[in-house]
């Protein structure tokens, strides 16, 4: 199953097998009706969830053969809904391969290689899969399907504070007017896992192919940080990053390489008021400071699939006179847990 064009909405559609076969489906009181149910893991504000799942797309094959094609199911106040209603072959299992939200339509029936090709990322969507494989139902079984979905990106978040006074030091405030993303990909391939992602199994899809190295804004506006407190900033809601080894971060002279956090802003002595940094700005008024994400001192070398990772940002006075240098940490999230609480 190969899906392009990740951005554009489509309405459903339902292809049964070309060929007669009893994998048909007919309006035959004796068959029974494939419905849903779909569950997201619990995770961070801003991530989807189970309660706020909203709609999500469907292809099943039987045998090899497309039984149910890019179908939409939308949550009602019923339930799992999705027309028009197909039912279980008698003499097949069925593989199911979903993903949420239903952005996507170009595709190709393929099983050989489930997969979302080229999928761009905006930074704002949080891209969920999930595989059922050997799904059957006999007469009278009117279960559900349990669609467990997993998280395909991963959650990038950062946070800001100037660095903590040592004793006797002087204590800073830092007016924050940009916060950009260098040097990351923003586009790649993203291959289905050969199993169901069962809750309670650990089975993952695989990214590959990941292209497109752009730089994209965190944060733009202007906001002052002047106490020790580490504080997030974001007012574009870019916080969902494409998986990947992250280019190494290497400086030479004033070109920057590799993956960085670069901050937009201007330094002031906490209790006078006086601006102490930049004295040449690079803009309005303000200088660049850049913050290496990938080198040999860091902890975090990828971004993994179904991970969050919260980097704090720590502003001191840049020295003048010898190279510039930062610190920056980490934190790691655990994987996020999963949750099955039904309709």
């Not at 924050?176 to 899809?205: E, H, M």
């Not at 004033?254 to 102490?276: F, H, M, N, P, W």
């Amino acid at each position: 199953m190969k899906i392009t064009t990740p951005l554009i909405i489509a309405t459903a559609a339902v292809l049964p097998l070309a060929s007669c076969s009893d994998h048909d489906p007919i309006d035959n009181p004796t068959r029974n009706l494939i419905t849903f149910n779909a569950s997201a893991p619990l995770s961070g504000r801003q991530v989807t969830t189970t309660e706020d799942l909203k709609d999500f797309k469907v292809w099943a094959f039987a045998d090899g053969q497309l039984y149910m094609r890019d179908v939409t199911v939308n949550r009602t106040s019923e339930g799992w809904n999705y027309s028009p209603s197909m039912y279980w072959p008698s003499d097949a299992a069925l593989n199911f391969y979903s993903y949420s939200p239903a952005i996507v339509t170009e595709t190709q029936s393929d099983e050989t290689n489930p997969d979302i090709p080229g999928f761009i990322n905006g930074g704002k969507t949080d891209l969920l899969y999930a595989v059922n494989k050997g799904e059957t139902r006999g007469d009278g079984n009117t279960s559900p399907v349990k669609i467990n979905f997993r998280h395909a990106l991963s959650q990038v978040r950062f946070l800001m504070r100037p660095r903590v006074a040592k004793a006797g030091g002087q204590q800073l405030s830092v007016k924050v007017k940009a916060l950009d993303l260098l040097g990351t990909y923003t586009a790649g391939s993203f291959d289905f896992p050969q199993g169901s992602t069962t809750i309670g199994n650990d089975i993952v899809g695989l990214w590959h192919s990941q292209t497109s190295i752009a730089n994209k804004n965190i944060f733009s506006g202007e906001q002052m940080l002047s106490t020790d407190d580490p504080k997030e900033l974001n007012s574009t809601g870019y916080i969902f990053s494409i998986p990947q080894t992250l280019p190494q971060s290497n400086v030479d002279g004033t070109d920057y390489q590799g993956a960085y956090a670069r901050v937009l802003c201007e330094i002031y002595d906490r209790t006078s008021g006086v601006k102490v940094w930049p004295q040449n700005a690079d803009v309005d008024g303000a200088g660049y400071l850049y913050f290496p994400l990938s080198t040999n001192l860091t902890s975090a070398t990828e971004w993994q699939l179904g991970k969050a990772y919260r980097y704090t940002l720590n502003i001191d006075v840049p020295a003048a006179t010898s190279k510039i240098e930062f610190d920056v940490t980490v934190d790691e999230y655990p994987d996020f847990i999963e949750l099955n609480t039904g309709n």
